[in-house]
């Protein structure tokens, strides 16, 4: 399949697609060059369940878990999550500006909602994620990349630093490069510094 039938007016083809109503357009003039990549679940640590899908499409029930009630009302969207057993769904065209970044600055742009394609994955901060999560997501970001000018990549972490920490330590860099093969500056500053120190050591 060609890169241009994987897409249409913005939405993956090889995806699910559950429709967010969390969404507007981008503004004017700007670029789609970064991928920021999140880590959640709901409750937090739980998987498989059809809560996060449910948040993203406001039709989460606030009183299924004690947890909800610290986000009771909020109005999220991603473009992309990615199921533990690599799954994959579409929730915001990525023609379109999802709701996934909040207040955030990276590359000398605040706002990187404007020009970001936001990708879930099924996980919690810190900890490890799957194969087949790596195997979607980089099949994803290359897809991605053959139909927008994307750049750079980074976490949640590095475009909100301080306020949010996903996807965090357990989320393997280096692997998603080595699965990409892109330069060093596609990445957030210093992400492999950790590993070149190790290889001093």
Known sequence: MSAVSLWR?????DAQHMHSPNFGPRPM??????VVIHA???PPG?????QVPALFTNSLDWEAHPY???????????????RRHGELIQFVSCDDRAWHAGRSH??????????????ELEGLDGQIFEPAQYETLGKLIQAIAQHYPIAHLAGH???APGRKQDPG?????????????????????????????????
């Not at 007016?9 to 083809?13: E, V």
């Not at 003039?29 to 970064?34: A, F, I, K, Q, S």
């Not at 009630?69 to 990615?82: K, L, N, Y």
């Open 40 to 42: 959640i679940s709901l």
């Open 169 to 201: 330590p357990g989320f393997d860099w280096r692997f998603l490069q080595q699965r990409l093969g892109w330069a060093d500056r596609c990445f957030p500053q210093n992400t492999f510094l950790s590993s070149i120190e190790e290889k001093k050591s």
């Open 106 to 119: 990276y590359r000398g742009r605040d706002d990187c909602n404007n020009d970001s394609i936001g990708i």
């Open 68 to 82: 909800f009630a610290q986000i009771r009302g909020m109005e999220v969207s991603a473009h992309f999550f990615i």
């Open 9 to 13: 007016q913005g939405w993956f083809q």
């Open 157 to 159: 972490e590095h475009v």
């Open 29 to 34: 003039g700007g670029e789609v060059d970064l």
């Open 46 to 50: 739980e998987y498989g369940g059809p």
